[in-house]
């Protein structure tokens, strides 16, 4: 069983930036695939990036391209979501997700490929 914990969430202004974190506990692996998700009330759970942790290779939603960057730190078994230059529209509760395996790069962006989730974390960007 593996445990994922976020923290980073809270209020900012458009612009702003924060970082979400992700800790995972348990039976990881390093060969772990790792997600960030968000909902936005009244919406469904959307893709925002994935990262493979063995070679760190990444994906991007188009939404967040250029402005996010999901990355990790192997000795904590934790993923970060910077995200940079937010924008109201991107308030939503981000969630983790994680895989102990491969997913390839096409598949990341689809939730039934990951095992995992964390309880969420809220990030609210005030206009």
């Known amino acids: 069983q593996v445990q994922l914990v976020e923290s980073g969430g809270g209020l900012v202004q458009a612009r702003g930036s924060l970082r979400l974190s992700c800790a995972a506990y348990?039976?990881?692996?390093?060969?772990?695939?790792m997600g960030w998700f968000r909902q936005a009330p009244g919406t469904a759970r959307a893709f925002v990036a994935g990262l493979r942790w063995s070679g760190g290779s990444t994906v991007y939603a188009d939404t967040v391209k250029g402005r996010f960057t999901i990355s990790r730190a192997n000795a904590k078994n934790t993923v970060y979501l910077q995200m940079n230059s937010l924008k109201p529209e991107d308030t939503a509760v981000y969630y983790c997700?994680?895989?102990?395996?491969?997913?390839?790069?096409?598949?990341?962006?689809?939730?039934?490929?990951?095992?995992?989730w964390g309880q969420g974390t809220k990030v609210t960007v005030s206009s």
């Open positions: 997700a994680a895989r102990m395996g491969h997913v390839i790069l096409s598949a990341m962006h689809l939730m039934s490929q990951y095992d995992y």
């Open positions: 348990g039976r990881t692996s390093s060969s772990a695939t």
